[in-house]
Structures are given as C-alpha cells and as structure tokens.
C-alpha cells in the first residue's frame, strides 16, 4: 500500500501524533511525507528516506509570520495562483518518489492542501483531526473556506477528541471515528531506568515541570502565579520555545529566579526528564484551541506516574478526575499543585491508564480503518 501524507509539520520535528502513527503502519507499507517548510529550520527540498519512510519538504500554504505575506494571500487571485504553483510541485514529487497513479491513500491533516488534493487521483482521502486549524493563533479569515472544503472532499474523517467529533458533526459529517493521543509507554519507562539525568540533580525541591511547546497558547499568566505561589520551588520548561514567546519568558526568568528554561530534550530521554519532576503540569490557556485538543502530555505523564495538575479544558475530562488534578480557574490550578504536593499520585491507576493508550493501540485503530476503507472504497467502484 502506498500512503501520501500531507502534513503541517516536519518530519524531523518533535514526535507529535503524525510521526507517531505513521511510524507503527506496517514496513511494507511506502509512506511519502510531504513536511511543511519551516523558516529557521532545516528544509530539505530533496527527498530523504527514513525506513519506508520518504520525506520531503513542500510550501504548503500556511500561517506566514510576515505580515506582508499576510496581506498578500488575503487576496483570492494571490492563493489561486499560489495553488497552481502548489498542484504542479507536488505533482512533480509523486511522480520522481513513484506515488504517481490511482492505487494509493492520501492522509491529510494540513487543511491548505485541500484546494489542490481533488486534482490528484486517490483512493481515498482520510483526514486526521488532530486540532481545531482555525482556533490557532494568527489563523487567517480565510483557512475556514480551506477546513470546509477539506471535510467536505474527504471519505473518512478522523478526530482525536469527541470536541472535534462534536464540531464535525456540526458541520453535517454523519460518521466520524475517534482515535485519540497516546504515548510510548515502553520507551517511557526504560528512559526512567536509566535514571535522573544530571542536569535534573541540581534544582531545589519540589520541582514542578512542564514538557512541551512554548507557544501563544501557553498560559504565563499562570506560570507568573506558579512563580510567586512557590517561591522555593524549581519550576522546569521543557520544549520547544516559539518566538512570540521567548521575549517575555526570559523577562519572567530575569524577575523570578525560580524558572529555569532547558530547552527541547531528546524524545528517548523524555521518560528520566519527567520523572525528575515532582508535579507535572499542563499550563496551556483555556480557550476553544484546547477544548478541541485531546491534550499529549497527560499520557506522557501518567507513563511516569507522577501527580498531573492541569486545566479541566473540556466536559469529558471529569472521566480523569481521581486520577490528575484538575482546575477550571488560576487560582483552582494553584491549589491544585498544593494538593498534589501533599497527595500525591495514584500510580496504579496512571499506569493502567498508560498502557490503555499506547501509540501502537492508536496506530492499529488507524491501520485498520485505512484497510477497511480501501476495501469499501474498491467494493463500491466494482458495483458501479
């Protein structure tokens, strides 16, 4: 079977759910991942084989920081042309990887392919939900023509939260399959017995961490609270850090003095850097973004098994209540981690969890449903 996937992030980035369930599909299986070029990041224009893997990166059409460029696509002829530009370089990279013809699934989560994908012959379209692309920072006005058009030429629809499956529906999809996030659970636990890495030995007591991404979305009026609430405690970032961000994190750094920033950690270490923490922490702001998001870091962090206090961000997290904190204010957060801090974690009950939600179960979930869709797809070409 050969997959295209048409991605809005790089292969080579930090492992999010992409490279996750598209590294368990079979080894039989060719892959082509088309990556989203990045400004300040390696951007390969040749294609690169990783296993069965081929990736290779493409200007997809996406948020540009440059607000020239802003103003530009915001002008219908400008995308169209652009679009043009986009049909003949991908056309061009199906047919030198040999994943040009009819036989082949197209696996999409960047909604600003969905001008040019009716254009290419496919199996079928699947669409991976994985977030709400309109609820990002910066979106344009225009994505949500992109999002519906999407939806509307894809077969099958994935979503990775019942908020997304909830929102889908709205937009009168009838079936919609839910596969959430998960974790490595065995890679997790073997980097804890290796034990605390070194620069982990050197902070006061308690340490309260966060692991993950440093963006717009990430609450630092929280942190600001987390700061001066615990004034003798260690407070860990680790992850990648965005530039809309940076500015005021160091200035918070500066001020506090009980903040220390380590940069993005090596995801097969990721398990003994987190399991150095004391509480484990989900600071992202509670708006529709996260609603919609089925959050990665509490299944990281139930592979540890250390406490978990995080932003109740939607309905259907009251399932988890007993087993992490969770807070629906700044103030309810803060309590939260004392709470923690003095109960501590229900271990057995985050591991069961953990191991309930590996990647591998998520990616046989996928597996499955791409088999079983071809097969009904070629069923109903054979009745015509």
């Known amino acids: 079977m050969k997959v295209v996937c048409f991605s809005e992030i790089q292969w080579q980035y930090v492992r999010t759910r992409k490279q996750q369930i598209i590294g368990r599909f079979p080894s039989d299986w060719e892959i082509l991942f088309l990556s989203s070029v990045v ?81 290419f012959n496919r199996s079928f379209i699947l669409y991976d939900c994985n977030d709400d692309p309109l609820e990002f920072p910066g979106s344009p006005r225009w994505a949500g023509k992109y999002f519906r058009k999407l939806v509307s030429i894809s077969d099958v629809l994935v979503a990775v939260s019942r908020g997304l499956v909830e929102r889908l529906h709205s937009m009168g999809v009838k079936d919609v399959d839910y596969i959430g996030n998960g974790v490595d659970y065995g890679l997790f636990r073997e980097a804890i017995e290796k034990g605390i890495p070194e620069e982990m030995k050197k902070f006061n007591k308690p340490v309260l961490g966060y692991s993950g991404a ?98 109740k961000f939607a309905p259907e997290m009251d399932e988890l209540d007993g087993m ?32 309930a939600c590996s990647w591998q179960s998520r990616a046989d979930a996928m597996i499955a449903l791409i088999r079983k869709s071809r097969i009904s797809k070629s069923q109903k070409e054979e009745c015509r």
């Open 324 to 355: 992490i904190y969770l807070a629906e204010s700044r103030e309810e957060f803060v309590e939260g981690i004392r709470k923690a801090l003095k109960e501590g974690a229900d271990s057995a009950k985050l591991r069961e969890f953990a191991m």
């Open 214 to 311: 440093i963006a717009p979305w990430f609450d630092m009026e929280l942190l600001d609270m987390i700061a001066d609430g615990f004034p003798e405690a260690s407070i860990i970032l680790m992850g990648p850090l965005f530039e809309p961000s940076r500015e005021r994190l160091e200035k918070m750094i500066a001020e506090k003095g009980n903040i220390f920033y380590l940069g993005s950690k090596p995801y097969e270490r990721l398990g003994a850097y987190i399991n150095a923490l004391d509480i484990c922490m989900i600071p992202l702001q509670m708006n529709e973004l996260m609603r919609m998001a089925d959050p990665n870091k509490i299944y990281e962090y139930a592979a540890v098994e250390k406490p978990i206090v995080t932003y």
């Open 39 to 119: 400004k300040g990041k390696k951007n390969n224009f040749r294609p690169v084989r990783d296993g069965n893997i081929t990736y290779v990166c493409v200007p997809a059409l996406k948020n540009f920081p440059q607000k020239c460029l802003k103003a530009l696509f915001s002008f219908p002829p400008a995308r169209f042309l652009w679009n043009i530009i986009l049909f003949f370089w991908v056309r061009v990279i199906l047919s030198i990887t040999g994943f040009s013809g009819r036989d082949r699934v197209f696996f999409v989560s960047n909604i600003y392919y969905a001008a040019v994908l009716p254009l």
